[in-house]
């Protein structure tokens, strides 16, 4: 059942799961618990509260600031009161990527903004996930020149599109919900779900898997 | 619909004779005023414009002629206060021949000149700090040149 504990001999298994083994050296990778040791995660599986710091974490994700561009304007919309995205327990955006878990990448990247996003995602503290929202930061969108980054996980590893240009508060909000769903689930960042779903069917509802057909 | 007023052509005619062999024409075309120099007069020309009561700029860029020779327009947009009138100031400008920096007229050409500079390759002479503005300090290349190829030259980064 579990996908990336330090007991279950995973660490063959986990480099076969991550998309880009550059991202994730072997000597930074976690288990998805962070700087906790193996002795720590031990008594963890033992005492069985593996899935309960699962749910806590997929409950209080912390948004980063970054907003880049018009997508931004949607992402305050979904932290308004309208949409609401603390009903998800997301309302925190956090100015330090230092305080943050998730980093929403709203819109268009900039080859002078790269080496700044790459920064930030460095400072932020693991586990960490990352939602490419919108077609720019997914794709490059309509700028296909010079100047942009054409689709953001050549930078960071991605764990959910978002399509749309830009996203309605609904999509972003869909979104995250799945990103819940994979934290829930104990998905490594990074690692796209149908990928997951391939190496253990009972890992990921099929449905998850098929709505968003990750690269990879 | 703005109008040239016998005040901006007296100006205009003034900085012919003034300027008489560096001076290329003008023109008026839909209310505006066009005037072209040589490029060792356009720091002159400039001047004696802010002298004749147009004291702002309002924006300086180039344009790229591909197929003509000299291939580039440096164009300056100044403007007037008090009468709020516009003149638009060109040159002409070959690859790779600098040209006559405008800082030292308004202190407000300083970036302009660096954009230009950035995106088509123009050297500013005198230029206080000619360095690129908005790509990245290692990008090679000038993007706004006609010959550039829209999606960057191939192998560039994050493609």
């Given amino acids: 059942m579990e996908l990336v504990t330090p007991d279950n001999g995973g660490e063959k298994e986990q480099r076969m799961l991550y998309s880009s083994d550059s991202f994730f050296p072997p000597q930074g990778r976690t288990s998805g ?31 980063a600031l970054f907003g880049l561009a018009c997508c931004a304007i949607e992402m305050m919309a979904t932290s308004g009161s309208r949409f609401d995205i603390s009903r998800f327990g997301a309302e925190v955006f956090r100015a330090s990527p230092r305080q943050s878990d998730l980093m929403i990448v709203a819109g268009r990247v900039s080859i002078k903004m790269a080496p700044v996003l790459r920064q930030i995602y460095d400072q932020m503290p693991d586990p960490k996930w990352v939602i490419s929202m919108g077609a ?22 991605v764990d959910v599109y978002v399509a749309g240009c830009p996203p309605t508060p609904e ?7 799945m990103l819940q769903e994979k934290i829930e689930h104990g998905i490594p960042p990074g690692v796209s779900p149908a990928v997951a779903h391939s190496a253990d069917p009972s890992l990921v509802r099929l449905n998850m898997a098929s709505v968003a057909p990750y690269p990879g | 619909m703005t109008t040239v007023s016998e005040e901006m052509r007296e100006l205009g005619r003034a900085l012919s004779t003034q300027f008489a062999e560096n001076f290329l024409g003008s023109r008026e ?10 490029p ?9 414009l802010r002298a004749g009561g147009y004291d702002h700029l309002s924006d300086l860029t180039a344009v790229d002629y591909l197929d003509r020779e000299p291939r580039f327009d440096v164009m300056a947009i100044v403007a007037s206060h008090q009468t709020h009138d516009f003149i638009r100031l060109k040159t002409v ?10 800082v030292p007229v308004w202190i407000g050409a300083d970036w302009f000149e660096r954009e230009v500079f950035d995106l ?15 790509l990245p300090k290692d990008y090679q290349g000038h993007p706004l040149r006609k010959d550039y190829p829209v999606t960057g030259p191939a192998g560039s980064r994050f493609r």
């Fill in chain 2, 93 to 102: 400008v070959a690859d790779g021949q600098p040209v006559d920096s405008l």
């Fill in chain 1, 136 to 157: 720019c930061a997914s794709c490059g969108g309509v700028f296909n020149n010079y100047a942009i980054v054409q689709g953001v996980d050549k930078i960071v590893p």
């Fill in chain 2, 29 to 38: 075309d839909r209310g505006e005023l066009t005037l072209w120099v040589l």
């Fill in chain 2, 40 to 48: 060792p007069a356009w720091r002159d020309a400039a001047r004696f």
């Fill in chain 1, 33 to 63: 618990f962070g700087f906790v040791t193996t002795n720590l995660s031990k008594v963890i599986d033992y005492f069985g509260v593996d899935k309960y710091i699962r749910l806590a974490r997929k409950h209080s994700v912390w948004p």
């Fill in chain 1, 171 to 177: 999509a972003l909000l869909t979104a995250f919900n």
């Fill in chain 2, 120 to 134: 088509f390759g123009i050297e500013f002479l005198e230029h206080p700090n000619l360095k690129r503005i908005l």
